[in-house]
């Protein structure tokens, strides 16, 4: 009886471990099986074509290759305050994770979205251990992930999103087991550091420092604000240093307050304004995100004002300031519409999500499943529209063509150079021309050209359109070295480099 007993608990242990991987591979099979259906493509035939995922791919190719030596990537040729980081307004987190990992394993072109799959899977496993799931709890995950639009939309795309997404499921394992209480020292310690690490990738992390100090010290709430603004305020600081300045609404808007506080208050009203009004406009995923992270908005202080129990009031507060902080970013910080708050929520809605699965909140779980399926169609028909350019678009021969074109004009990577000698300066319309982007050579830096194409530029390398060139202001300081009918390929002579 005994060795039946031990076969059992071996058996139920192995159950367990293969429902657990096969949860873990879900989104990566579901997103494997749509590319094959819609296009006929795998996984590994991805190319990056948008600005983002360009960016997000030849940043790490270039630390992979050159570590922090490499040039500059901007817009506008706007720098960032600390001398050695020279990456674009994503900070040098991805680039130093994801270059790290290809210098380890290599990186072809589909490189970032493999990688991608191996961060999520492995957040899932993290996920599943932490918070101690049954194996219905894993049924429950694998459904949701599967229905779920933002990683149905991003994971087979190189993009940071996955990877936020990946955080948000692991620190709901954590705080999970905070709240009930049964947090180790060393798991305290260890999501601590990994809030470290998402606030690193993206500084609208650190709300989440306020429940975290609070939990791992009860009782002190004082000892807990302190600790939340000292976390918080070294990673905005180091964020601000280290990421290359983006013009965008709220970033304008303190641009002008020493200038006019009063001009300055009336356009941040106006963004507000028009930030509420996009709520109810977007795709029909977009807009049920934001409703799905309201209306759990609204039940959680409905659970709060029943008082159930102090577990319960603990775990449904932790749901109104999750949402309450993701919905006021949107709101108050970020834009609404155009993907970019969807992108912002996804993370968040995957912590409450995640949350939920662990508490067992079925009739949550149920409803929130249930308002997945009638965006399903839209989700995948607007979704697969967009991969299809990253799997169907670019061939391997037409950046072949375009980096033997750029090597023949002598722009390659200097070795000790000056960052601006491994700088090219692009029209904004070439990021809608991939093939010449992926052709540039890692350890070269990319600089868009969005709001001041009249220069001076101090890139050694100005690759404009005709718009572009005509407008720039020093033409006797260019030499030109490629023409055609819609493209220009400069040397900057303004910048001595070898």
Not at 211 to 221: D, E, I, K, Q, T
Request: contains cysteine.
């Amino acid at each position: 009886m005994a060795n039946l007993g031990i076969f059992y608990r071996w058996r139920a242990g192995w159950q367990h471990a293969l429902a657990a991987l096969l949860t873990a591979l879900t989104p990566a099979l579901v997103a494997a099986l749509l590319l094959a259906g819609w296009h006929g493509q795998t996984l590994a035939g991805y190319v990056p074509v948008t600005g983002d995922e360009i960016f997000h791919w030849h940043q790490p190719a270039s630390f992979a290759r050159v570590g922090f030596q490499n040039g500059y990537y901007t817009m506008d040729e706007a720098t960032p305050t600390a001398a050695f980081a020279r990456y674009y307004a994503w900070g040098l987190a991805a680039p130093v994770l994801y270059g790290t990992a290809a210098a380890l394993v290599g990186y072809g072109l589909a490189g970032g979205v493999l990688m991608n799959i191996v961060i999520f899977s492995a957040a899932v496993l993290a996920f599943i251990y932490v918070a101690r799931l049954a194996l219905w709890q894993m049924a429950w995950l694998a459904l949701l992930l599967a229905l779920y639009p933002p990683l149905l939309l991003y994971l087979p795309l190189h993009m940071l999103e996955p990877l936020h997404q990946a955080f948000g499921l692991v620190l709901a394992g954590g705080f999970y087991r905070l709240l009930r209480g049964t947090a180790s020292p060393r798991l305290q310690i260890a999501l601590g550091l990994l809030l470290l690490l998402a606030g690193w990738f993206r500084v609208s992390w650190v709300v989440l420092w306020l429940p975290f100090w609070l939990l791992v010290l009860p009782g002190r709430p004082r000892r807990a604000l302190l600790l939340t603004g000292l976390f918080s305020a070294a990673q905005l600081i180091f964020y601000d240093l280290t990421a290359a300045p983006y013009l965008y609404a709220l970033s304008v808007i303190l641009a002008k307050l020493p200038q006019s506080p009063e001009t300055a208050f009336w356009l941040y009203i106006s963004h507000v304004r028009l930030n509420l009004l996009q709520l109810a406009q977007g795709f029909p995923f977009e807009v049920l995100l934001r409703l799905q992270l309201a209306v759990l908005l609204l039940a959680a202080l409905w659970q709060q004002v029943r008082r159930a129990g102090p577990a319960d009031d603990r775990e449904w507060l932790l749901h109104v300031f999750n949402a309450a902080s993701a919905l006021g970013l949107i709101v108050l910080v970020y834009n609404t519409g155009d993907l970019v708050d969807f992108r912002a929520l996804a993370a968040y809605g995957l912590f409450s999500s995640g949350l939920l699965v662990a508490y067992r909140r079925w009739r949550w779980l149920a409803l929130l499943v249930l308002s997945l399926l009638p965006v399903l169609p839209a989700t995948l028909s607007t979704g697969y529209r967009w991969t299809a350019a990253a799997y169907t678009t670019i061939t391997p021969a037409q950046i072949d063509s375009w980096a033997q074109r750029l090597r023949a004009e002598g722009i390659q990577y200097r070795p000790q150079a000056d960052p601006w000698c491994n700088t090219v300066t692009f029209s904004f319309a070439y990021l809608f021309k991939p093939e010449l982007l992926l052709a540039l050579e890692p350890g070269l830096g990319i600089s868009i050209v969005r709001f001041d194409a009249d220069g001076p530029f101090r890139a050694a390398y100005l690759i404009l359109n005709a718009a572009d060139a005509a407008a720039y202001r020093q033409p006797h300081q260019l030499r030109r070295l490629y023409q055609s009918h819609d493209l220009t390929i400069d040397r900057n002579l303004a910048t001595p480099c070898p």
